[in-house]
């Protein structure tokens, strides 16, 4: 298994995201915005949330559908309590992970089961090909332990929650998106390299410290796309860091959104509504 990169990929573009909020009133930072997506396609929004003020995030996100895509709750601190139509429920808690694929759809809610404290981690949806958009959903958590780790650089970790890196395999796998989901911890003065196949889209979110990538420093807060070209990409950490590498394969699909529903065309937007309002969605 390559683990070496002999040339990185640059930043590309860098990403301020956008302050809004969600759900019931929950405030967080949309990364990865919709126009976006074609970009960093197989990825549709990347939503960073983290406070210790329980009134921006208490009331949490009530019953709400989805079709068409994959939902990925990654907790860093705080717990949310799962509920969905197809019976499914389920406490996250602190470095654990949700998975849900939404398919044909679900109906369902994410609350916080806590009144004071940190609230912070991420939410990444992920994309369905056209042929498995109607599939069953399917829903997993993994707690902090199940979520491999490796160890990397002089003294970094990486918690490996889809994909591959230095020959550990995530916690899930995807054919069709192939995607690459690592959570990294790097000392000041560490380094990490990443193969990337050059057909993947990637980009990486600091949220933590800083780092370097070809060159260019990524101070936390920021989203660095990365451009297509090297075969990998090699990030060295100016002060404590941690920070997220996200990557995958691009469906090259056409995308319709309208709210929770991702599909291929307006008519099928328009029968997920019709579904969700005749109560056959979930």
């Known amino acids: 298994m390559k683990t070496t990169v002999q040339q990185s990929r640059r930043v590309e573009r860098q990403v301020i995201g956008k302050e809004t909020s969600d759900g019931a009133g929950v405030r967080l930072t949309r990364v990865l915005t919709g126009d976006l997506q074609q970009r960093l396609d197989p990825f549709l929004m990347l939503d960073a949330f983290g406070s210790d003020n329980p009134d921006d995030y208490i009331a949490g996100f009530p019953d709400h559908p989805h079709r068409g895509f994959e939902t990925i709750t990654y907790m860093l601190a705080g717990r949310m309590l799962h509920k969905d139509s197809a019976g499914n429920q389920g406490l996250l808690e602190n470095g654990g992970m949700q998975w849900m694929t939404a398919g044909r759809g679900v109906i369902h809610s994410e609350i916080p089961q806590q009144e004071e ?111 297509n070209e090297g075969d990998g990409v090699t990030i060295k950490a100016t002060e404590d860091a941690r920070l997220i590498l996200v990557a995958g394969r691009p469906l090259g699909e056409p995308i319709a959104q309208h709210g929770p529903f991702v599909m291929n065309t307006q008519e099928e937007i328009q029968q997920a509504f019709a579904d969700y309002r005749a109560g056959r969605l979930g």
């Open 117 to 227: 404290g940190v609230m912070e981690g991420f939410q990444l949806w992920l994309n369905l090909p056209a042929k498995d958009k109607m599939q069953a959903p399917w829903y997993r958590d993994f707690a902090a332990a199940e979520l491999p780790r490796v160890k990397v650089g002089a003294g970094g970790t990486a918690i490996v929650l889809a994909g591959e890196s230095h020959g550990v395999t995530g916690a899930v796998t995807r054919e069709a998106t192939a995607p690459l989901y690592l959570d990294l911890h790097l000392p000041a003065g560490d380094q990490f390299a990443q193969p990337l196949a050059a057909d993947l889209n990637a980009f990486v979110y600091v949220y933590r410290g800083a780092v370097i990538i070809a060159g260019e420093t990524v101070p936390a807060g920021r989203m660095a796309i990365l451009a």
